[in-house]
Every structure is written in structure tokens, then in C-alpha cells.
T-cell receptor
């Protein structure tokens, strides 16, 4: 079982709609969760971090965390063509052996 | 915000030669730097962690004699790919942290290495 799993996509969403990206992780001791956006040929850019169960909103982005289900998601409201990118979920493992583990990413395409 | 500069952004080299990639933290002292590798359509894989003034810690499966890491100052770490082969062609990305734990914010722009 992979440590961090994401659907590879591609996920196509009409402009203005809500894009929903999902991620599951295997290490129950994980404490910190991150979503990165990566444009083709570029390095990742941090867009959201979440540390406790529930929702965290920042502009058009909402991160959701459910530690019991080992599940973290990212919602993008009012999707724009500029949101088209690969979204990487990353999980920081438990204390003492901190390592940022990335999922393989979900490719999102916003259709104008 | 904090900036991590990586150079070169792309490089093409012949098989058997060595290539050096630099990673600089421009506005903070990077106690720890991380080197990742990303193959096409795959995720970032941590190669090694380097702490200023000490030997790098390599992840399982990464050859330390092939991927030489030097972190001689608090603002500069280098990754040298020695005797490069076509299978080393990849996107190499560094990340810098002001302390000894991972700071997920500060990534370099990456280096695209192509070995012919």
C-alpha cells in the first residue's frame, strides 16, 4: 500500500464549478497535511495546510481533514482555467522521523 | 516571502559526465536542505536530507557515491550527479528549512536534467 494515495486523474471540471480532490494516507501518526499545486515543468507551490480535523478555508480553497478515516481533501470553488495543474497531497510523518511524503498527484483540467 | 534559488534550471549532459546543481536560500539561513527527484508523471521522491556542516542522510535506494551532496554553508547546498546516465534524467528539486525539521514552504524552481 502506498503511503499517500491520490487518483491520478485527469479530472476535468467546467469553469465555475467545484473541483474536488481526494487523498488518503496510511500512517495514523501523521500530524500535518499539505496541498501543493504544480504547473508543468515547475516546482510545487504550497496552497493549503491543515493540521486538525474539520475544514479550513482560504479564499476559493477549502481543505478537509478526517484523521479517523485517514482522508484529506481539497475543494476548489469557482474553478478557473488558471487552476489547471497537478495537485499534490503531502503528509508529514510522525515526530522523530519527520519526512514529507508526496502522493503522485491529480491532474486537474478546468474546461472554459 | 522566502526564496530558494536553484541553478541551473535545466542542463543537458553526455553520459558519463558529472553535473552540479546548486540550491541557495536567499533570505534565511537554511539549517536543513532536502533534495527531491521527480520522474515524469510521478511524485516527488526524497533523495537525501543535508544538515549544514554534517554528512547528508540518504533515503533507501539512493546511491550516496553517485549523488554527492555538500552543505558547506547555511545558504548553499549542492547536489552533484556523478557519472550521469540516461536513467538519471529527471527533475531535481531542492527544499530549504531554517531549522532541522521540514518546512514545507520553500522549494527551489527545480532543475531539469537530461543525460544523452
Amino acid at each position: 500500500q502506498k503511503e499517500v494515495e491520490q487518483n491520478s486523474g485527469p479530472l476535468s471540471v467546467p469553469e465555475g464549478a467545484i473541483a474536488s480532490l481526494n487523498c488518503t494516507y496510511s500512517d495514523r501518526g501523521s500530524q500535518s497535511f499539505f496541498w501543493y499545486r504544480q504547473y508543468s515543468g515547475k516546482s510545487p507551490e504550497l496552497i493549503m495546510s491543515i493540521y486538525s480535523n474539520g475544514d479550513k478555508e482560504d479564499g476559493r480553497f477549502t481543505a478537509q481533514l478526517n484523521k479517523a478515516s485517514q482522508y484529506v481533501s481539497l475543494l476548489i470553488r469557482d474553478s478557473q482555467p488558471s487552476d489547471s495543474a497537478t495537485y499534490l497531497c503531502a503528509v508529514l510523518s510522525n515526530f522523530g522521523n519527520e519526512k514529507l511524503t508526496f502522493g503522485t498527484g491529480t491532474r486537474l483540467t478546468i474546461i472554459p | 516571502g522566502a526564496v530558494v534559488s536553484q541553478h541551473p534550471s535545466w542542463v543537458i549532459c553526455k553520459s558519463g559526465t558529472s553535473v552540479k546543481i546548486e540550491c541557495r536560500s536567499l533570505d534565511f539561513q537554511a539549517t536543513t536542505m532536502f533534495w527531491y527527484r521527480q520522474f515524469p508523471k510521478q511524485s516527488l521522491m526524497l533523495m537525501a536530507t543535508s544538515n549544514e556542516g554534517s554528512k547528508a542522510t540518504y533515503e533507501q535506494g539512493v546511491e550516496k557515491d553517485k549523488f554527492l551532496i555538500n552543505h558547506a554553508s547555511l545558504t548553499l547546498s549542492t547536489l552533484t550527479v556523478t557519472s550521469a546516465h540516461p536513467e538519471d534524467s529527471s527533475f531535481y528539486i531542492c527544499s530549504a528549512s531554517p531549522d532541522r525539521v521540514i518546512s514545507p514552504l520553500h522549494f527551489g524552481n527545480g532543475t531539469r536534467l537530461t543525460v544523452t
